[in-house]
C-alpha cells in the first residue's frame, strides 16, 4: 500500500477520444489505495460506458445533476465535499472554457464550481484547438486560480495529425496525482540529485562500472519534486524514465558528472549525491578495441577521479549537502567516517548488497545528533522520508537561528524600549 491510500479522488470524465484511458487510471488508483468516485458528462458517455468504470472503481458512477438518489438533487454539492483532490481527465477544449469562465451547465461543471479541495485536469485536444489563443488564454486563467494543468503529451492524435493535445498516460497521471497528496515541505527550493552509476571507458567497446540501478537517485528525484522542488537530475547511463516535472542531464563519465554538477550546484539549495561514481578511470582508454594475448597479462593503469561530492561541500555558500554510503561491512563506522572527511550534514547509509538493484532496501541517516534508521521499504517511501528529515533539519536551522535572534542584546533592547 502507498503513502496515498485512503486518499478520497473524484474523477471527472469529459468527451473526449482519450477517456479510453481513464479505465486504466481508475484501474491505478484503486492500486494504490485511493477511493475512486467517477463523474460523467454525458459527452464522455459516447466513449467509454458508465458500468465499465463502475466495475473497476466498485462504486456508482454519476452522470446526472438531478439524480435522485442525492437528497434533495444537490449532487453538485454533495459529490465533491468529501473528496481530497477532484481530477478531470480527459478535459476537452469546451470543459475548460467553461470552468475558466465559470459556468456550470451540467452535473461535473458544477460540482467543479462548487468544490472546496484542489482541482488537477489533464487536458486533450486536437493540435489546433490546443494552439488556439482562445485556448491558451483560458489555460492562463485557471493556473491563476489555482489549478494544476497536467500536459498535454506530444505525438500522433485521433484526427490523424501530430503534436502537442494528447492526454498524459495514466502512469503520469498517477504519479501527478500522488504527487499532489505529498506535503510540500521543500517549496521554492532549487535541488540537484545525481544517480546511477558512471562508466569509465577502457576501450572502445568496454568499461569499468558498477552495478547501480540509479532507483534510488531516481526516487529522491521525484519526491524532492512532490515536495515543491525545483529538481534538476544528472544522470549516469540507466534505464529509467525521468521523474515527471524533473529536468534531466545525462552524462556518462565521473568526470562528465562532475562537470555537469559543477554547473548547477551553486545555484541549488539541496544537493543529493546518490549517484555511484566510479573511484579511478583507466588512465589511458585503448583507441581501438583490445586483443586477447596470451602471451603477456594485459594491465590498466588506474587513476583517480574527482570527489564531486567534496567538491560541492568544499565550496563557500554552497548548498546542503546529503551523501550517500553503499558499504558491504561496519556500516555505522563507515558511514560516520565518510560524513565527517567530507563535512557535510547528512549521510544516507545501506548495505550494497541490499540495495544495488533492488526495488526495496533499508536506509539509516546520520547526522550530527546520531543515527535515525528508515525501516525497510520501498525506494520513493525511502526517499520520501529522507526528504522530510532534510527539511526538518533545514526547518531546524531556521528555528535555532530565531532562537538566538530573539535572545541577542539588540532584540532584548527592543523589548524593553517597547516596554517602557
Request: proline residues 5%; glycine residues 8%.
Amino acid at each position: 500500500m502507498t503513502a496515498t491510500a485512503g486518499n478520497r479522488v473524484l474523477l471527472g470524465i469529459t468527451g473526449g477520444v482519450a477517456a479510453y484511458k481513464t479505465a486504466a487510471l481508475v484501474r491505478l488508483l484503486v492500486r494504490a489505495g485511493m477511493d475512486v468516485r467517477v463523474v460523467m458528462t454525458e459527452a464522455a458517455t459516447r466513449f467509454i460506458t458508465p458500468m465499465t468504470l463502475q466495475a473497476l472503481s466498485g462504486q456508482k458512477v454519476w452522470t446526472d445533476l438531478w439524480d435522485s438518489a442525492v437528497p434533495d438533487h444537490m449532487a453538485h454539492i454533495e459529490l465533491s465535499r468529501d473528496r481530497d483532490l477532484v481530477v478531470v481527465a480527459p478535459a476537452t477544449a469546451h470543459f475548460i472554457a467553461k470552468t475558466a469562465l465559470g459556468l456550470a451547465d451540467d452535473l461535473l461543471s458544477s460540482l467543479v464550481l462548487a468544490r472546496e479541495c484542489p482541482l488537477l485536469i489533464a487536458p486533450a485536444m486536437n493540435r489546433q484547438m490546443w494552439e488556439q489563443p482562445a485556448t491558451q488564454r483560458n489555460l492562463h486563467s485557471l493556473r491563476g486560480d489555482g489549478v494544476v494543468v497536467i500536459g498535454p503529451a506530444v505525438g500522433d492524435q485521433a484526427c490523424g495529425e501530430t503534436g502537442p493535445g494528447r492526454m498524459v498516460e495514466p502512469e503520469t497521471l498517477l504519479e501527478e496525482i500522488e504527487a499532489a497528496f505529498q506535503p510540500k515541505l521543500l517549496a521554492g527550493k532549487r535541488v540537484l540529485v545525481s544517480a546511477g552509476p558512471t562508466e569509465e571507458p577502457v576501450d572502445p567497446v568496454r568499461v569499468l562500472t558498477n552495478l547501480s540501478s540509479g532507483r534510488m537517485g531516481y526516487a529522491v528525484a521525484r519526491a524532492a519534486r512532490e515536495a515543491g522542488a525545483q529538481v534538476t537530475l544528472v544522470s549516469g547511463p540507466v534505464q529509467l524514465p525521468t521523474p515527471v516535472g524533473v529536468t534531466r542531464v545525462n552524462v556518462r563519465t565521473a568526470r562528465e558528472m562532475f562537470e555537469a554538477v559543477k554547473t548547477t550546484a551553486l545555484a541549488c539549495d539541496i544537493f543529493f549525491s546518490v549517484a555511484a561514481v566510479a573511484d579511478y578511470r583507466v588512465k589511458q582508454a585503448a583507441g581501438q578495441k583490445i586483443k586477447k594475448d596470451s602471451a603477456a597479462p594485459r594491465r590498466l593503469e588506474l587513476e583517480e577521479n574527482p570527489d564531486i561530492l567534496a567538491w560541492v561541500a568544499a565550496r563557500q555558500g554552497g548548498p546542503f549537502c546529503v551523501g550517500f554510503a553503499a558499504e558491504s561491512e561496519n556500516l555505522a563506522a563507515y558511514a560516520k567516517a565518510k560524513r565527517e572527511k567530507k563535512r557535510i550534514p547528512l549521510i544516507a547509509a545501506n548495505l550494497a548488497h541490499e540495495a544495488l538493484g533492488a526495488e526495496e532496501s533499508s536506509i539509516t541517516l546520520f547526522d550530527a545528533r546520531g543515527a535515525h534508521p528508515l525501516g525497510r521499504a520501498a525506494k520513493l517511501a525511502l526517499a520520501r522520508r529522507l526528504v522530510r528529515h532534510v527539511a526538518g533539519m533545514l526547518t531546524g536551522a531556521g528555528g535555532a537561528r530565531t532562537r538566538r535572534a530573539r535572545h541577542s542584546p539588540r532584540a532584548v533592547k527592543r523589548r524593553k524600549t517597547r516596554a517602557r
